[in-house]
């Protein structure tokens, strides 16, 4: 029986990947210890069980895994993103590496335009003035004519750009590969990063990061953003510049940010996103829901199967 180590326990939300996992004579087991695991922990537990295939969903899997796990077969991203994974590593040590693109694309967009409520109604701290005994008013900004900028304009940032139309928003999108064909069929128009950043009422991030590369946001753009508007971070914490958006924040020049994804997870206590006025911070659950944890289990189990018995997988990244 092939061993297949799940190094995250989303999948235990829905049953239906643990059962595809049995259907096809996996045995799996969840680590114990805090997700997302280290290079380190997830080496040990490796090493420990000697898995033929590994789902993770933010663990940090570097070329340090692959040296130390030559059992290993296949590495399953439970999501999208896999930034998180060395892929010239895996590919290097002859390990497929597969995912779930699409699984989550209304989960997150239902969270980014949640967060872009949230923020636009003071919905927290009307909520902590209630809680404390007071009744006070707390001023807001209607969505409808107000102008969305999405960085990214892939399944996610689509999907964000359906809901928002349904608030009458006038939507711009900046996306150096989607074709403008995407955008055209959706009534979106297309412009430079620089325009739909500094240009907006709300931006919200939805493009995958790469390791390494400085903040796609940076200091500069963020300095330029309408004065009163609002940042929504959804993606990957490494595609903003953290201090100067709580700079911004702190200065006022933004009314609001919500991110849902860090530049280092978890932030530590010190981390100034946490003391930020006007922030609202989750932790990285855009796409922690019923329906696509059940839709992204089920495709990484299966695809993990596949690769076990020597198939072809159907969401191949290398």
Known sequence: MSFAQIAHDRLRIAPRPWEALVTAGLEACVPE???????TDLT????????????????????????AAPALRVVAKHGVGVDNIDLEAARAAGVVVVNAPGSNSGAVADLALGAMLALARQLLPAHASMVAGRWERFPGVELTGRTLGLVGFGRIGQAVARRASGFDMDVVAYDPFVPTEVSDAAGVRRAGLEEVVTGADFVSLHLPGTPGEPPLVDARLIEGMRPGAYFVNAARGGLVDEEALVAALRDGRLAGAALDAF????????DPLVTAPNALLTPHIGAFTDVANAAMGVAVAEDVARVLAGQPARNVVI
Not at 59 to 64: E, K, T
Not at 263 to 270: I, L, M, R, T, Y
């Open 33 to 39: 210890g805090t997700h997302p695991l280290s290079a």
């Open 44 to 67: 040990a537990e490796l090493v420990r069980t000697g898995a033929d295939a590994v789902v993770v969903g933010l663990d940090a899997v570097d070329a340090s895994v692959f040296a």
């Open 263 to 270: 530049a280092h997870e978890p932030p530590g206590d010190d």
